[in-house]
């Protein structure tokens, strides 16, 4: 999964607008310091805003007449709130990595997340095996395989397959 598409998976997760089977690709432990670094990421990108917010106040206040300079700082205002209440909720998932991270594969969801790895390795495997044997993949093979990065590509099944036979 590239980069781009990693980081849009955690500002859902922030906003709690991720599948369980998204989040769960996440929290897996190889993932673990890339989820890391995009939160901190995040955080970094979050801070800029706000200063950028705090410098183009100061400009707009020295420039603009006070009736707009007044409207122009109540703007933002609110848009200085809702980075700050996004980056609250970007500290509580960073906060959450760096526990998943300190316990390592202990914890409650150790069987889960070592079913989940041994799952991943046999549908890599399976991957593998199909391209160097040359098999030519189905819709189900290729559903299987996105499940890999978090995608559920076993929707609409019957009609993928209903076209590939035909």
Not at 109 to 121: G, H, M, R, Y
Request: with cysteine.
């Amino acid at each position: 999964m590239d980069d781009s598409t990693f980081d849009r998976l955690v500002s859902e997760d922030v906003k709690n607008l991720l599948s369980t089977e998204k989040s769960d690709f996440l929290r897996l432990p190889e993932n673990q310091e890339r989820w890391k670094g995009s939160l901190l990421q995040l955080i970094t990108n979050l801070d800029e805003q706000i200063s950028d917010l705090s410098q183009d106040e100061n400009i707009a206040i020295k420039s603009l007449p006070s009736h707009m300079a007044t409207e122009y700082k109540i703007n933002n205002d609110e848009k200085r709130t809702k980075i700050s209440r996004f980056r609250f909720y970007v500290m509580q998932k960073i906060s959450e990595v760096e526990k998943l991270i300190a316990l390592g594969e202990a914890g409650d969801t150790e069987k889960e997340l070592s079913l989940a790895q041994f799952l991943k390795k046999a549908i890599e495997e399976h991957k593998r095996l199909m391209s160097e044997n040359q098999f030519e993949a189905t819709p189900i093979d290729k559903a299987l395989w996105s499940c890999t990065s978090g995608e559920w590509g076993f929707i609409d099944m019957d009609h993928k397959v209903s076209k590939w036979i035909d």
